[in-house]
């Protein structure tokens, strides 16, 4: 089995699936009535009959098996697809499996990727690309720097839109590709959003002719002097990225006008409104100093009033989330970054605990791994650390987040610049990483329901060293809540040497797999039903029930069991009726 792909990253209710299996025979004899066969379960339960297609093969023969499935129309519900490949006397030649998202809304579980390169090219390469991003069920992509000026994103006028231009860098753009990457996004069922800052404005924005005044400015002194900014490399189109007040409504009045001009001529979904977070003590040009938290969730309001569409918006180190609950973003966005306060895995799972208490909803994480050794080198020769992703990802997904990271296909994010994408991902990652993406999928109620509570048992691993909060040489452990669910979480930290989440310099530690892992987990009063154990780690998904005994001790009542195996992260749903 070369792939399990479905035609969608995201199905409305009662929409039908088209899945595609591409088999080969690699073996030098026919296969003679062979089967191919899919099974639908959510949660480890089957939730329709068994499709099965007999195929003949030839030696080196490669066929594509095509199967329609209409999943249960229950809403914000994920599936799990798993394929078996069997010769005519039912011996397993081969096994693989993917994953189904049902839902109306793409922000419930937003699994959001990026594109950044727009040349002249055929388009069926724009089809290409978003082939390869719906394989691991993105539903939303950031197109970052797309525009021509940040202050004038549309490149000639809605009438007569310029075919090319160079973006802030001075990289080619061209129109065609932008309007044929958001078409095979649309085409998929991703959501396309249109990156811009809130409020910035290149050099020479006064004689452009823009209309674009200083007095709508932020400014670092009181008397409407030195223009508060961001200065940008040697070479690059503007020197200087100059800041305007986001509260000022003419602002507001002006930007908001660019936008709607651009996604005019280009049907993007909405707007990704990106931010350098609290710019610290700034004024207008009246002297008045500005409140940045409230300036913003202001702006953000104000925009999608006025250009009902789709706002996302990066909250750098999660500044002003707490006041956005009149804001209707999709979801939360933040980048993390230690200088301002998020050092380690546990600063990280605060900030979507957080945002899940504030807000109700999840937190994609922009959260740039292999740091610096990215910057070691300026061409796709080196490969991502395995372990880093690998136990980052894990943790985003236990705790109810998304990170972003995957575009262009399958490359992946390690720095701020999107287009500075110098490390790959190994073969052996990104079926790992795709194995991430079908099992949160796969499992979004038990992930991603706002119903889910943070939970405050204990849990013990009588041979294990434990832990709350991630610390190295230790098994983190949490859990989450809801009617009738405990979901327990184990993430293997045994072999870690820190807890910072950055992994700048690509050195985590692989995690050695343990074996027959004890767990003592207090689950209080009510009563226990069946105990079934998960990990992307291990056989595609697939769900296992284990055995439990019961007790109770001077911490309360208990249950105990043995997880088979645990690498990265096992999940542990434990059925409880209080």
Same mark, same amino acid.
């Given at each position: ?16 699936v ?5 088999? @080969?025979n690699r073996?030098?004899?026919?296969l ?10 959510s ?5 329709d009959?068994?499709q099965?297609e007999?195929?003949?093969?030839a030696?080196?023969?490669?066929t ?13 519900t994920?599936?799990k697809?798993? !394929?078996? &490949? ?9 096994t693989?499996?993917? %994953? ?9 579980? $937003?699994?959001?990727?990026f594109?950044?390169?727009y ?15 719906n394989?691991?069920?993105?539903n939303?992509l ?6 021509a ?9 809605v009438g ?11 990289? =080619?753009?061209?129109g +065609?590709?932008v309007?044929?990457q ?5 085409? &998929?069922?991703?959501?396309a959003q249109?990156?811009?800052?809130a ?12 209309g674009?005044?200083?007095a ?5 002194n009181t008397?409407?002097?030195n223009?508060s900014? &961001? ?5 690059w ?11 000022n409504?003419?602002?507001q009045?002006?930007? &908001? ?6 996604? *005019?001529v ?6 990704h409104?990106?931010?350098? @977070? ?5 004024y207008d040009c ?15 309001? +104000?925009a999608?009033a ?10 750098v ?6 006041i956005?609950d ?11 970054w ?5 050092? *380690?895995f %546990?600063?990280?799972?605060d900030?979507i ?5 504030t807000?109700?909803?999840p937190t994609?994480?922009a959260? =740039? ?6 910057? *070691?080198?300026?061409t796709?020769?080196?490969l ?13 997904l ?16 390690t ?14 990652l990104?079926?790992s990483v795709?194995?991430?993406?079908d099992?949160? !999928?796969?499992?979004a ?5 706002? %119903?889910?509570?943070a ?7 009588p041979?294990? +060293? ?5 610390t ?5 452990t949490?859990?989450r809540?809801k009617? @009738?669910?405990d ?13 910072e989440?950055?992994d700048r ?5 692989a995690?050695?797999v ?8 207090? =689950?209080?009063?009510? *009563? !226990?039903?069946?105990v ?9 998904g697939e769900y296992?029930?284990v055995?439990?005994t ?13 997880v $088979? ?14």
């Amino acid at each position: 089995i070369q792939n399990v792909q479905t035609d969608m990253a995201r199905y409305a209710p009662s929409d039908e699936v088209q899945i595609s299996v591409p088999v @080969g025979n690699r073996s030098t004899t026919p296969l003679n009535d062979a089967t191919v066969t899919v099974d639908f379960t959510s949660g480890g339960v089957s939730v329709d009959t068994s499709q099965t297609e007999v195929i003949d093969l030839a030696p080196g023969e490669n066929t594509t098996v095509q199967f329609a499935w209409t999943p249960p129309t229950t809403d914000y519900t994920g599936y799990k697809l798993d !394929v078996t &490949f069997q010769d005519e006397n039912d011996v397993v030649l081969d096994t693989a499996a993917s %994953a189904v998202d049902v839902s109306s809304d793409w922000a419930m579980y $937003p699994r959001y990727g990026f594109m950044t390169d727009y040349p002249d090219q055929n388009p069926s390469e724009s089809a290409y690309l978003m082939q390869q991003l719906n394989d691991f069920h993105i539903n939303g992509l950031q197109f970052y720097d797309w525009q021509a000026e940040h202050h004038t994103p549309l490149a000639g006028t809605v009438g007569s839109p310029d075919p090319s231009w160079v973006d802030i860098q001075g990289r =080619y753009t061209s129109g +065609a590709t932008v309007s044929e990457q958001i078409d095979q996004a649309h085409a &998929f069922n991703m959501v396309a959003q249109n990156y811009n800052l809130a409020y910035g404005a290149w050099a020479g924005y006064g004689e452009d002719g823009s209309g674009v005044d200083p007095a709508w400015g932020m400014w670092w002194n009181t008397d409407c002097t030195n223009q508060s900014g &961001f200065d940008l490399p040697s070479g690059w189109a503007t020197p200087r990225m100059y800041w305007f007040d986001p509260e000022n409504t003419d602002w507001q009045d002006y930007i &908001f006008a660019r936008e709607d001009e651009a996604m *005019t001529v280009y049907p993007f979904d909405g707007w990704h409104v990106d931010s350098f @977070g609290d710019v610290g003590t700034v004024y207008d040009c009246n002297g008045n100093l500005l409140d940045n938290d409230q300036g913003i969730s202001d702006f953000l309001a +104000a925009a999608k009033a006025e250009l009902g569409k789709k706002i996302t918006f990066n909250a750098v180190a999660n500044f002003s989330t707490d006041i956005h609950d009149a804001v209707d973003l999709e979801f939360n966005y933040v980048e993390m970054w230690e200088t301002l306060g998020q050092e *380690t895995f %546990a600063d990280m799972k605060d900030i979507i605990d957080s945002n899940w208490a504030t807000t109700g909803k999840p937190t994609v994480i922009a959260g =740039y791994l292999d740091y610096d050794y990215a910057k *070691t080198t300026t061409t796709n020769q080196k490969l991502a650390n395995d372990a880093g992703v690998r136990f980052f990802d894990s943790l985003v997904l236990a705790s109810g987040g998304s990170h972003l990271e995957l575009g262009e296909g399958v490359e992946m994010l390690t720095n701020e610049y999107f287009p500075a994408r110098h490390v790959a991902m190994s073969e052996s990652l990104v079926g790992s990483v795709r194995d991430l993406y079908d099992f949160g !999928v796969a499992n979004a109620t038990m992930l991603y329901d706002p %119903a889910l509570e943070a939970g405050s048992r204990t849990i013990t691993l009588p041979a294990l +060293a434990e832990s709350t909060d991630g610390t190295p040489g230790t098994v983190w452990t949490f859990s989450r809540e809801k009617d @009738g669910y405990d979901v327990v979480h184990l993430l293997n930290m045994l072999d870690a040497t820190s807890d910072e989440w950055r992994d700048r310099d690509a050195d985590m530690p692989a995690a050695a797999v343990r074996s027959n892992v004890v767990v003592k987990y207090y =689950y209080g009063t009510g *009563t !226990v039903g069946d105990v079934l154990v998960a990990s992307p780690d291990r056989a595609q998904g697939e769900y296992t029930t284990v055995s439990h005994t019961s007790g109770s001790d001077g911490g309360g009542s208990y249950i105990q069991f043995t997880v $088979p195996s645990l690498e990265y992260w096992d999940m542990i749903v434990v059925e409880v009726d209080r």
